[in-house]
């Protein structure tokens, strides 16, 4: 209990003191505790859409930002990932966005975690 009391005194101060270095190692720091507790919840809820998200994380070193802002927000749940599987895979309409082989290969990783999209969890 000790150690967490320290932690926690150790990471305030570093918040607080205004240092370049400090605030780029507090920012790291922090961003990976967001992105770890991030990715847990949307796996526990949505186990389909976090798996979906997951392996397109691998293919975004060749995507554009804007790809990848869409692909974040679209599988946050698996209802959004189903319904643009439904438009823009089974139904072939044009996405702005998203399109070629980029749309291709987000369908194909949809269609892999199918099973797992449907799967609804309360």
């Keep these: 209990?000790?150690?967490l009391a320290y932690f926690i005194l150790i990471m305030?101060?570093?918040?607080?003191?205004?240092?370049?270095?400090i605030n780029n190692f507090y920012d790291n720091t922090i961003?990976?505790?967001k992105m770890f507790a991030r990715e847990g919840i949307k796996t526990a809820k949505n186990p389909g859409?976090?798996?979906v998200f997951r392996t397109m994380e691998k293919h975004f070193d060749t995507?554009?930002?804007?790809e990848i802002e869409m692909i974040d927000k679209l599988t946050k749940n698996n209802q959004d990932v189903l319904a643009f599987r439904k438009t823009y895979c089974i139904?072939?309409?044009f996405n702005p966005v998203i399109y070629g082989a980029h749309l291709q290969q987000?369908?194909?990783?949809i269609e892999d975690?199918?099973?797992q999209l449907n799967i609804i969890v309360k």
């Design 1 to 3: 209990m000790k150690k």
């Design 12 to 21: 305030a101060i570093i918040a607080a003191v205004d240092h370049p270095v």
């Design 31 to 33: 961003g990976q505790f």
């Design 49 to 51: 859409a976090g798996r």
């Design 63 to 66: 995507y554009n930002k804007q």
């Design 91 to 93: 139904n072939g309409d």
């Design 106 to 109: 987000f369908c194909a990783v």
């Design 113 to 115: 975690n199918k099973t």
